[in-house]
């Protein structure tokens, strides 16, 4: 060695450039509340498609203005879904794009703002769809904007997916998630993190969703009892036979949830129904639990019954795949000293779709608060910086 002193290294090390991104997203939190909250207050539900509609409007040129190239996917049923192409560096155009999936339709009937004000109070930001999933592509624009403003351009392409019928079924937008998703590295869900401790989800259950119809024979409840036969009876005998398909040990949960039937209390019903919601822990219950549905027999002969449905959404399993994906996070995480946790949950999500197909995804990457779906939504304002973080290092390092 000669005498010479050494020079100290300009380059920062990795803790403390992630830590000055940490940094810079703290900085751009108010930024990115506002985006969250220009988007709840476009009411989207997924049965308006005008209301849809307007969301994918405001969309597109806020992704434009980053440099995308946005296509509209028509849906005469539901809103029209967008997607976002962007290209990279030059010299990394040979990788795959990482695909961004999301959906901006709600579960909460146009009006709800009225009664549910966009607002912040004790650090949480509230309103409809603010958590399940409006604050999740509010990041994607500021983890995009972010890699553009540190690199220049981004470092790899990047699909993004917005949906408009997830809440619904994904009917008219699955076939394009799968098609995009065969093109991808891999994929990023922008759904909630899993409660307050804001884990990614690593796991979900699969999903069917079946109607169970009786048909029988109407008669005069008074005149004529013993010529009818009641559909409603029918109908309670097999929702008994049908909760008995239960095994949550083994993750499986039948629930018949809405019951229709009958017409006057003075009329022995000849139809009634039922809607089953079904979930699955593994993908080889799909077609075991679709069987013994289909196999159900009438307890009263003169009832005919059908089973209608499917499963709508394979489980997401915790593959190798999967588990590379958190392993990459929990290294990103570890470098701001941040203990990303993982969680099984039993909703489903348009991820099922993609880990179906054997394509890495990891879900819950979105917001962190509580009460999707319900009066009590909201996500922890605080939490914004470390999940745009995530998501940028994620597209960045995958």
Not at 77 to 85: E, H, P, W, Y
Not at 136 to 150: S, V
Not at 296 to 303: E, G, M, Q, R
Not at 342 to 351: F, I, K, M, R, Y
Request: proline share 5%; glycine share 12%.
């Amino acid at each position: 060695m000669s005498g010479k002193k050494a020079k100290k290294s300009t380059v920062p090390s990795p803790r403390a450039l992630w830590a000055d991104r940490l940094r810079y997203f703290s900085e751009h939190q108010d930024r990115m509340v506002n985006t969250v909250r220009e988007l709840v207050e476009i009411e989207s539900p997924s049965d308006n498609k005008p209301a849809a509609d307007r969301i994918a409007a405001f969309l597109a040129p806020k992704f434009e203005g980053l440099g995308g190239r946005t296509q509209l996917h028509r849906s005469n049923d539901f809103g029209d879904s967008l997607q976002i192409n962007f290209g990279s560096l030059s010299g990394s155009t040979n990788r795959n794009p990482v695909l961004l999936l999301g959906h901006y339709d709600t579960v909460y009937p146009l009006g709800t703002l009225a009664n549910m004000p966009c607002r912040i109070e004790n650090g949480r930001l509230r309103g409809p769809g603010v958590l399940d999933m409006k604050s999740g592509i509010a990041l994607m624009l500021h983890a995009i904007e972010a890699l553009q403003t540190w690199h220049g351009e981004l470092p790899r392409p990047v699909t993004v997916f917005l949906v408009s019928d997830e809440e619904v079924g994904s009917y008219s937008s699955r076939k394009i998630t799968e098609a995009l998703a065969k093109q991808s590295a891999a994929v990023l869900v922008l759904e909630p993190a899993a409660g307050l401790r804001g884990a990614v989800k690593t796991a979900r259950k699969g999903v069917g969703e079946y109607t169970l119809r009786v048909k029988g024979v109407a008669a005069h409840a008074g005149l004529d009892p013993g010529k009818g036969h009641s559909a409603i009876l029918e109908l309670a005998r097999q929702i008994a036979a049908v909760s008995k398909l239960n095994d949550l040990k083994q993750g499986l949960s039948v629930n018949p949830g809405v019951v229709q039937g009958g017409t006057r209390s003075n009329v022995i019903a000849a139809d009634a129904s039922v809607r089953i919601d079904v979930r699955i822990k593994r993908s080889q219950q799909a077609s075991r639990i679709d069987r013994k549905l289909r196999a159900l027999k009438p307890y009263d002969k003169h009832c005919t019954i059908e089973t209608i449905g499917s499963i709508n959404r394979l489980p997401m399993e915790r593959t190798g795949g999967v588990a590379a994906l958190y392993k990459k996070a929990r290294e990103i995480t570890g470098k701001i000293g941040w203990k990303l946790e993982e969680a099984a949950v039993g909703g489903g999500s348009d991820g099922n779709f993609t880990a179906g197909m054997g394509i890495p995804t990891l879900d819950g990457m979105g917001g962190v608060g509580e009460g999707a779906h319900a009066v009590h939504e909201f996500i922890v304002i605080s939490e914004l910086p470390r999940r745009a973080l995530l998501l940028a290092g994620m597209i960045e390092n995958v």
